[in-house]
Nanobody
Framework: QVQLVESGGALVQAGGSLRLSCAAS?????MGWFRQDPGKEREFVAA????????VYADSVKGRFTISRDIAKNTVYLQMSNLKPEDTAAYYC?????????????WGQGTQVTVSS
């Protein structure tokens, strides 16, 4: 496993932007972002491959969110634009630390994003 530390969550008005960061303690394979609102299931948001390519997105965020990674810094980012109240959730960073495929084996503690209408 690898340690993941998220940051960047905040309260923002609808239509605004935020950038989340997730710093890993070492290099990983795929890294992703998930989100969860209380009372709801955890939802996949976006993921990116070990080399910085192969980004994939949930339909609900496609065109508004961009995932990227700085390999040298072992950090992945989630740039969120045109935020909507339904984007409100705790956002979690996840990583596949030992394999390219399979379940995510490392999770961060989460960072709260709240979008006001």
């Amino acid at each position: 496993q690898v340690q993941l530390v998220e940051s960047g969550g905040a309260l923002v008005q609808a239509g605004g932007s935020l950038r989340l960061s997730c710093a890993a303690s070492r290099r990983t394979f795929t890294m992703g972002w998930f989100r969860q609102d209380p009372g709801k299931e955890r939802e996949f948001v976006a993921a990116i491959g070990w080399s910085g390519g192969g980004a994939v997105y949930a339909d609900s965020v496609k065109g508004r969110f961009t995932i990227s990674r700085d390999i040298a810094k072992n950090t992945v980012y989630l740039q969120m634009s045109n935020l909507k109240p339904e984007d409100t959730a705790a956002y979690y960073c996840a990583a596949r630390s030992t394999k390219v495929t399979g379940p995510y084996d490392s999770w961060g503690q989460g960072t709260q994003v709240t979008v006001s209408s």
